[in-house]
């Protein structure tokens, strides 16, 4: 069983920049494979980005690539989501997963435990 909380989200200005943080609690934090997915109003949820639990290799939307850096730290059972020049249409929700299954997924269906997520609004 894995618990999720995420925090770091706020209200910025298209440009600038925010870091969310996932704490897991759960001793077997280290060997799932994480995620951030994020759900604007009226939209479907939607993958952002993952990491592996071993080697680190990494995953990303297209949308992300280049602004937005996942990254995890097993001694403090945390993953974080640095989020660099925010465009308005990166505002959400952001929810952070964790997939036991295996290599990073884009798929929601691979992720069994859910945090209750951290708004994220850029204005323009």
């Known amino acids: 069983q894995v618990q999720l909380v995420e925090s770091g989200g706020g209200l910025v200005q298209a440009g600038g920049s925010l870091r969310l943080s996932c704490a897991a609690s759960?001793?077997?934090?280290?060997?799932?494979?994480m995620g951030w997915f994020r759900q604007a109003p009226g939209k479907e949820r939607e993958f952002v980005a993952a990491?592996?639990?071993?080697?680190?290799?990494?995953l990303y939307v297209d949308s992300v690539k280049g602004r937005f850096t996942i990254s995890r730290d097993n001694a403090k059972n945390t993953v974080y989501l640095q989020m660099n020049s925010l465009k308005p249409e990166d505002t959400a929700v952001y929810y952070c997963?964790?997939?036991?299954?295996?290599?990073?997924?884009?798929?929601?269906?691979?992720?069994?435990?859910w945090g209750q997520g951290t708004q994220v609004t850029v204005s323009s």
């Open positions: 997963a964790a997939d036991p299954h295996g290599p990073p997924s884009s798929w929601t269906g691979e992720y069994d435990y």
């Open positions: 759960g001793r077997t934090f280290s060997s799932y494979a």
């Open positions: 990491i592996s639990w071993s080697d680190g290799s990494v």
